[in-house]
């Protein structure tokens, strides 16, 4: 069984910092290109970062030099390293598995940027 568990959200100020935390279990990690997205209210859910197999990271432009993604194949884990902190960042964001066409998805940890 396949599971996705993200960690690390909370409550932060404009100019904080998160790191997020996604363990998996149950799947051959390091085949896998690992995702963030996330999910503001009333918005649809968008892609944050991902990092392949071998290490190729991309990201969405609004988070470039801001955020960073990476990953510990020893470890099953993906990180988000979240630095400069802004409100539009508040969102519920998501891990992502995927070794096409299989996807798999964590809970969500939320994440609010706020004064």
């Known amino acids: 069984q396949v599971h996705l568990v993200e960690s690390g959200g909370g409550l932060a100020q404009p100019g904080g910092s998160l790191r997020l935390s996604c363990v998996a279990s149950?799947?051959?990690?390091?085949?896998?290109?690992m995702g963030w997205y996330r999910q503001a209210p009333g918005k649809q859910r968008e892609l944050v970062a991902t990092?392949?197999?071998?290490?190729?990271?991309n990201s969405v432009d609004s988070v470039k030099g801001r955020f960073t993604i990476s990953r510990d194949n020893a470890k099953n884990t993906v990180y988000l390293q979240m630095n400069s902190l802004k409100p539009e960042d508040t969102a519920v964001y998501y891990c992502n598995a995927r070794w096409a066409p299989v996807d798999y998805w964590g809970q969500g940890t939320q994440v609010t940027v706020s004064s």
């Open positions: 149950g799947i051959r990690f390091y085949m896998y290109t």
């Open positions: 990092i392949s197999s071998s290490g190729n990271t």
